[in-house]
């Protein structure tokens, strides 16, 4: 599949939602535990080896599944193939807890969601539509029949 | 760089609706001459197709640091996807109508991570406003139109300082606004401060799962705003 690799060059240069150096491993049976430079950026996670400006990878997070494994490590798989995983190792169970909590609300799909909620609840307390004042009140993207089910 | 493109596939052609689809012409390079293909767009993602049936993308454009403008070209309805950056690539675009182009103008123009971002955090703040003053009178926006230009994330301002639990109204962002809209009609409200902490753990935020969990999404986002809203430029 084509993509604009620059642009995506650019955005890992952006300022990140989080930043770690964490211990990575990738879904590949026999794959081996690397640090890594990982960043969270809009709805992707890159990953850089550690002294390096370009990114090695990065991985879009929609439609994922953030799992606790072992203490420490979490594991990012995705809704069709849940069983390849990709392996993070934090420093501490803290840290853990903070990437998995950022990264389960760090899709697209979730900003819209909340965007939805955020949308309904104004609505009620006041009987308006806060979306109105932008004009984007009509637009797809914010529909209750938007979401998934 | 690598890229989880299996799961991208999946993401294009999953079930759940999507934000605009329809056939569009796209031009191939500098010289090339138009495709036909079957574009799906998808949250910040920008998928084509060869064709309505394909079961995968021949391509995606990540549509995150990028204008949308109409253009002057030889095909009519034509518009582009720019994006910024000494060798960076413009997508033009051409619809089979004016109601496909200005749809797909608006979808487009709207369809980065960062403007959603921007409109939760506004959405946040209103809903935490409406409950805390009780009134139910919607606080002043900050105009967002629909062809901004979002550039990229400005640098990191220093982390800012709490609020105390207690805000008596007119430190709220939101209400200094109100006032300033009504002494001087027909002038834009000015950028909001700074965003602070909006309420303590047992404010009206509690019973929103959604909103404690956008509090401790971090000051960095709201620290990124108020940079970005105070640096851009007043159209």
């Known amino acids: 599949m084509r993509y604009n690799e620059k642009e995506l060059q650019a955005l890992s240069r952006q300022p990140a939602e989080m930043a770690a150096e964490l211990g990575m491993r990738?879904?590949?049976k026999g794959s081996v535990l690397k640090r890594r430079l990982v960043k969270l950026v809009v709805n992707f996670?890159?990953?850089?080896?550690?002294?390096?400006?370009?990114?090695?990878?990065?991985?879009?997070?929609?439609?994922?599944?953030?799992?606790?494994?072992?203490?420490?490590?979490?594991?990012?798989s995705f809704v069709e193939d849940p069983e390849r995983k990709y392996h993070f190792e934090c420093s501490s169970e803290e840290q853990c807890q903070e990437w998995m909590e950022a990264l389960r609300r760090a899709s697209y799909e979730f900003m819209r969601r909340s965007l939805i909620f955020y949308r309904n609840e104004i609505r009620k307390v006041t009987g308006k539509d806060p979306l109105e004042q932008f004009g984007i009140s009509?637009?797809?993207?914010?529909?209750?029949?938007?979401?998934?089910? | 760089m690598k890229l989880n493109e299996r799961s991208l596939a999946f993401y294009a052609t999953c079930d759940a609706p999507v934000d605009n689809a329809g056939f569009l012409y796209k031009k191939g390079g500098r010289h090339a001459t138009y495709h036909r293909r079957w574009f799906v767009l998808r949250g910040?993602?920008?998928?084509?197709?060869?064709?309505?049936?394909?079961?995968?993308?021949?391509g995606v454009i990540i549509l995150e640091g990028c204008t949308v403008e109409l253009v002057e070209a030889a095909e009519e309805f034509a518009f582009a996807?720019?994006?910024?950056?000494?060798?960076?690539?413009?997508?033009?675009?051409?619809?089979?109508?004016?109601?496909?182009?200005?749809?797909?103008?608006?979808?487009?123009?709207?369809?980065?991570?960062?403007?959603l971002r921007l409109v939760v955090r506004e959405l946040e703040q209103q809903l935490a406003a409406v409950r805390g003053a009780g009134s139910p009178a919607l606080p002043q926006p900050q105009p967002l139109s629909p062809t901004l230009a979002l550039p990229s994330t400005p640098a990191l301002a220093p982390p800012l300082p709490r609020w105390p639990s207690a805000l008596p109204p007119k430190e709220n962002g939101c209400a200094v606004w109100s006032t300033e809209a009504t002494l001087r009609p027909g002038s834009e409200p000015p950028p909001p401060p700074p965003r602070r902490r909006a309420s303590a753990p047992h404010g009206p935020l509690d019973l929103a799962p959604f909103a404690r969990l956008h509090e401790c999404y971090g000051q960095e986002i709201r620290a990124l705003r108020g940079q970005w809203l105070s640096s851009r430029v007043q159209p």
């Open chain 1, 45 to 76: 996670l890159f990953y850089f080896r550690t002294d390096e400006a370009e990114p090695v990878g990065a991985l879009l997070l929609e439609r994922c599944r953030v799992t606790r494994e072992e203490p420490g490590t979490f594991s990012i």
């Open chain 1, 138 to 149: 009509e637009e797809a993207r914010f529909q209750l029949s938007g979401l998934q089910a």
């Open chain 1, 26 to 28: 990738g879904p590949k």
């Open chain 2, 81 to 115: 996807v720019r994006f910024a950056g000494t060798r960076a690539r413009t997508y033009v675009l051409a619809a089979e109508s004016q109601a496909a182009m200005e749809g797909w103008v608006k979808a487009l123009s709207r369809a980065s991570f960062d403007y």
């Open chain 2, 44 to 58: 910040n993602m920008l998928f084509y197709f060869e064709d309505a049936a394909s079961r995968e993308p021949v």
